[in-house]
């Protein structure tokens, strides 16, 4: 997905907060990445990241990796192996469509929040929170060249 900034201004803390509040309704995982580099094809370049990430070891498959690539304006958002069996493309589809709206006016801290809380509310339908659940993953936002 395309859009029209190349300097996103992101609130950390915001972004940090919301993948917490997520997932603490859910088992599934939630990870942003901001690249530096600019990137012809961002769904090939998220797969890499979310493969580098090992979100791919997540219990039951439910990561979902949210990547930016500011450089070459572009994003994409993807999801693990259990989560395309629960949802379908559509979902994807939907969620970088209202990720972009935000994006489109500069507000990337929105859009991304926006984006992570979707994705929350799809796997708390599917991926509830069990007593027992850990965070498999870090709560953070990724940099990377």
């Known amino acids: 997905?395309?859009?029209?900034?190349?300097q996103p201004k992101i609130d950390h803390a915001r972004v940090v907060a919301a993948i917490t509040t997520a997932e603490l309704r859910t088992s599934g995982e939630i990870r942003v990445v901001l690249s530096r580099a600019k990137v012809a094809d961002p769904v090939l370049a998220a797969q890499r990241?979310?493969?580098?990430?090992?979100?791919?070891?997540?219990?039951?498959?439910?990561?979902?990796?949210?990547?930016?690539?500011?450089?070459?304006?572009?994003?994409?958002?993807i999801g693990d192996r259990g989560i395309h069996e629960k949802c379908g493309p559509d979902f994807w589809t939907e969620l970088a469509a209202a990720m972009a709206d935000q994006f489109k006016r500069g507000d990337f801290t929105a859009g991304l929040e926006l984006g992570i809380a979707r994705a929350g509310d799809l796997l708390t339908t599917h991926f509830r929170r069990s007593t027992d659940d850990r965070n498999e993953l870090p709560n953070s936002i990724e940099e990377t060249d």
């Open 1 to 6: 997905m395309t859009f029209f900034t190349s």
């Open 49 to 77: 990241e979310f493969d580098r990430l090992g979100m791919s070891a997540t219990a039951a498959r439910n990561g979902v990796l949210i990547f930016l690539a500011p450089a070459s304006r572009n994003f994409a958002v």
